[in-house]
């Protein structure tokens, strides 16, 4: 099996103070490795490396010690920049610059013709939701939200191999993230290998095969995230909501299924059952005892539990 | 992989000029340019003063000033814009979205420093034809023409001065570069005194810290022809050719400095 991103040994220590003597250990021995054609996700609370790992991959900073390569090139060598795309954490660009004519800058700086600029600009920019209205307006009236889409449309500019995206749905409201969503699930059909941050867990779920988790700039977990979570143990759930009906009744019935919970409420009950196929008996004895349906809910409970386990 | 060999990337010639056009609409679109209005005003305003107050010297006189005021409004640029030219793109992160694509930091300085150049030649065009219809008006004839020599000139000492902010911006604050590169100008405009000095001390440690410093400091003074434009002077083809020669040698080594330094930058 041959890796798109290799990353060995890597650590990097911030020098701070007035003479840069005291050192801050953001990333402390990284190795990692990621397949092509996949989303990966990058993991970890607030402050955990996963900023400064991406620096290093992009060149923008210098490892401490480790090596890394992209493509199977050193990240020292930018020509392989070519085949490769970023979108900033809080992405900022020159703020005197309308969005199309940044698009257009950078398209030139990959050596595009006009009608090829042109054509990758309306596209990206459609792509990534921003109103067109918007397009003529300099960077320095945008919000962060818009400026976050045209981050992500600028790091597709060059059809790239591997995109990384730091933290790419900050900013953006509930229609943004869902259109983004949609955006990366389409960059993996097309074979595009995403590499991203993010905090927001159900994001994750919707789009990673296989995930890393950093804690305190060392590698907690890594692998598939369906298999991480099983195997820790951390069983996906189902939570059933229903009304009327004489719960008592029901509560007896359902203590026979292993591992379910029963939680009476006003008018109804919340239950809570570990296997698929135990909805349907809990059904049954819902009608049996008079009650109807309102919800059944997938529980995300897992990956939040499990996140909270790896990085606490 | 989805389209291996997609892309080749620019020539390096492509991505300097690309960079460069965008420095430049950038010094446009904040109104860098607008000193020229400052400018042309200041040299109206005396022309039409000199004309009524002195006889015969008007001419003599606006070439002095104009080209004083040239050289004090170039520097100002070289010096302000030139020390934020790369402090405000690594301040600002825009650096960030500039090195995950195929672009060099050499590539970027150049072509940083090359974008400067160009609002600089601009703003002497403008500001040499400003003079020059102010003569004109006062009646200097062939001087008008002549002050040509002396603003190429000028144009070079800008260009030696903005690779000198550029290189000290590499490694210090945007402030204490602004600082050290108005030194700089200033001791570069007396290196000949600077020699003539180090020829009066006694002391041998002290003679060779003035001797290195004038080897290491620009002689600027080698570019001041202004006195000499006064009379309706021209510089000759030696000292023109020995002065773009020396410039291009410095800009070089101190460009190639600046380089050096900024490849081992971590941008935090
Ligand atoms: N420029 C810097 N100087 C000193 N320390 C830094 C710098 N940038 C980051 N750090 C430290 O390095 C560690 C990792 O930071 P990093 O930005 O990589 O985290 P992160 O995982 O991206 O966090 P977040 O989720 O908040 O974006 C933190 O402890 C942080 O304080
Ligand atoms: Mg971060």
């Known amino acids: 099996m041959s890796y798109i991103i290799e990353i060995e040994n890597l650590s990097k220590d911030y020098e701070v103070g007035f003479w840069k003597k005291k050192k801050v250990r953001a990333l402390d021995d990284l190795t990692l490795n990621v397949e092509a054609g996949q989303i990966f996700g990058f993991l970890g609370g607030n402050g955990a490396g996963k900023t400064t790992t991406i620096k290093i991959l992009m060149s923008l900073m210098f490892p401490t010690t480790g090596t890394a390569r992209i493509l199977g090139s050193d990240i020292s060598d930018f020509k392989m920049h070519s085949r490769i795309g970023y979108c900033p954490e809080n992405p900022y660009f020159y703020d005197y610059l309308k969005a199309r004519e940044l698009m257009n800058y950078f398209g030139e700086l990959f050596g595009f013709d006009a009608a090829k600029r042109n054509r990758k600009t309306e596209e990206l920019l459609t792509k990534v939701g921003l109103d067109e209205k918007d397009w003529n307006k300099q960077l320095r009236k945008f919000s962060k939200g818009m400026l976050q889409r045209v981050g992500l449309a600028q790091s597709l500019i060059n059809e790239p191999e591997i995109v990384f995206l730091d933290e790419p749905m900050s900013g953006l409201d509930p229609i943004g993230r869902r259109e983004i969503r949609e955006l990366i699930a389409e960059l993996r059909e097309q074979g595009t290998t995403v590499f991203m941050s993010t905090h927001i867990l159900s994001d994750i779920e919707a789009l990673c095969d296989n995930v890393a988790i950093l804690r305190g700039g060392k590698l907690a977990a890594t692998g598939n995230l369906h298999e991480l979570l099983t195997d820790s143990g951390e069983k996906q759930s189902f939570e059933i909501t229903i009304k009327g009906g004489a719960a008592e009744n029901l509560k007896d019935s359902i203590a026979g299924i292993a591992g379910a919970i029963f939680a009476a409420k006003p008018n109804g009950a919340n239950i809570n059952v570990l296997d698929e196929n135990d909805i349907e008996k809990v059904l049954h004895a819902t009608r049996e005892a008079g009650g109807s349906l309102v919800s059944v809910q997938p529980v995300r409970q897992s990956l939040e539990e499990f996140f909270v386990k790896q990085t606490e | ?268």
Request: contains cysteine; hydrophobic residues 55%; aromatic residues 12%.
């Open chain 2, 1 to 268: 992989m989805a389209n291996p060999n997609a892309v080749s990337g620019a020539s390096t010639f492509k991505i300097i000029s690309t960079i460069a056009r965008n420095t430049f609409r950038e010094a446009v679109r904040d109104r860098v340019l607008y000193n020229l209005v400052i400018f042309v005003l200041l040299i109206t305003a005396s022309a039409i003063f000199l004309g009524e107050l002195t006889a015969g010297h008007e001419a003599r006189t606006i070439v002095n000033l104009g080209l004083g005021a040239m050289l004090v409004f170039g520097a100002f640029i070289s010096i302000f814009v030139g020390v934020s030219l790369v402090s405000k793109e690594i301040e600002r992160r825009t650096i960030y979205a500039i090195f995950s694509k195929p672009i060099g930091r050499g590539e970027f300085i150049v072509g940083k420093y090359l974008g400067l150049c160009l609002t600089l030649l601009v703003n002497v065009l403008v500001m040499g034809i400003g003079v020059s219809l102010a003569i004109l008006a006062v009646g200097g004839g062939s001087l008008a023409l002549t002050i040509w020599g002396a603003i190429a000139l000028l144009y070079l000492e800008l260009a030696i001065l903005t690779a000198v902010a550029i290189l000290f911006s590499s490694f210090s604050s945007p402030a204490l570069s602004a600082l050290l590169t108005f030194f700089v100008f200033i001791i570069g405009n007396f290196t000949q005194s600077l020699k003539d000095f180090a020829l009066t001390i006694g002391s041998s440690s002290g003679k060779l810290f003035f001797d290195v410093l004038y080897i290491i400091l620009p002689n600027l003074s080698f570019y001041s022809f202004r006195t000499n434009a006064a009379h309706g002077e021209l510089p000759s083809a030696a000292l023109l050719g020995g002065a773009f020669l020396y410039a291009m040698v410095y800009i070089g080594i101190l460009l190639t400095v600046t380089i050096l330094i900024f490849k081992r930058r971590n941008f935090k």
